[in-house]
């Protein structure tokens, strides 16, 4: 989700700038927004797959820490304890991870254009958190570092410390996890009830099913065709675009047909358009795509510096000898 989360706040983003009178509020509240979506996201395969979204994912799910070889299955669910933990620990502390960044970030901007006196309690009091939380940080990033290399050299049986804290630990899916899921999702879509519950429900799952399945698979190409988009419309890109865009448009071909030395095109594409004879040795030029003999359009460039047909500029350079059957 940690990849999703940006790719969503520039969707946002844009519907908001395009039109803010109706969007605006989805800019404003996007972090409670995508909590709660979030949120019920997590419980969703928590509960039917042990697992949070981007575990499930990797074919990845949750047991409890202490379990041995009698792994349960996936379609059991964790413990209330641990499924609790492990939802309040995937939700709610990168929700408050990333308000306090956005505190320390307004907090930073205040302090250098702030009103308040320098001798202020408050001044002081937010100028030694400021000072603080770089320490604070710090020494977050580098418990999940420690946790990480210690994975690695086999030392601890966690990648990250919130596993631990939930009290859980990460395993692959069985062949017996699979046909158990697999199981699981065929009953619940054969089931044919009436009840006006079980219709809410089922609603409900395919709500969710919809948002995991567009999330995954449909967000990260739509939002590739947005940040093309922004980057085209963007302010720094502008004299790019009018460097492309406003160039001068070329003028028609200045044909030459009403001057008694101009070339006229024969109404049989083997002909020389200079002597009006079948093309020996054809040569194409260049700048127009025109054909002639070579001997006809080698003296006419040589001595006018055009071509004979449009009036394009030419050079004995831009001749291009042709090897065909008929030359």
């Known amino acids: 989700m940690a ?51 981007s575990e499930n994912f990797y074919s990845l ?37 990333g ?68 009290g859980v630990r990460l395993v692959r899916l069985t062949a017996e996890d699979i046909q158990a899921l697999e199981k699981k999702w065929a009953e619940t879509t054969s089931s044919q009830t009436h009840s006006f519950t079980s219709r809410v429900q089922s609603a409900l799952r395919k709500a969710l099913g919809g948002i995991a399945f567009s999330l995954s698979t449909g967000l990260s190409v739509s939002v590739f065709f947005l940040q093309f988009l922004d980057w085209w419309y963007s302010s720094e890109n502008q004299e790019t675009i009018k460097s492309l865009t406003a160039l001068p448009t070329p003028p028609p071909p200045v044909h030459l047909e009403h001057e008694p030395s101009s070339a006229l095109l024969p109404s049989l594409k083997t002909v020389c358009p200079l002597c009006r004879k079948v093309r020996v040795n054809a040569t194409a030029l260049a700048t127009s795509g025109f054909v002639f003999c070579y001997r006809c359009i080698y ?15 030419t050079e004995l350079q831009h001749l291009v000898k042709l090897y065909s059957p008929e030359s």
């Open 61 to 97: 799910k949750r047991i409890p820490m202490g379990e041995g070889r009698q792994q349960p299955l996936a379609t059991a669910g964790l413990p209330k304890r641990q499924h609790w933990k492990s939802l309040l620990l995937l939700v709610l502390v990168p929700y408050l991870k």
């Open 99 to 166: 308000k306090l960044e956005k505190l320390v970030s307004s907090l930073r901007e205040e302090d250098e254009y702030s009103i308040h006196p320098p001798s202020s309690s408050w001044k002081r009091f937010y100028r030694a958190f400021l000072a603080a939380y770089p320490y604070v940080n710090m020494t977050w990033e580098g418990w999940f570092l420690i946790q990480q290399l210690c994975y690695i050299l086999g030392k601890a049986e966690h990648h990250s410390p919130m596993l631990k804290l939930a």
């Open 3 to 53: 990849a999703v989360k940006p790719a969503l706040q520039h969707l946002v983003k844009v519907l908001a700038e395009s039109n803010p009178g109706r969007y605006g509020f989805l800019w404003h509240w996007f972090d409670e927004i995508y909590v709660l979506l979030d949120l019920l996201l997590q419980q969703h395969y928590l509960a039917r797959c042990s697992a949070s979204f």
């Open 299 to 313: 003296s006419y460039v040589k001595a006018h510096q055009r071509c004979p047909v449009t009036g394009y500029a």
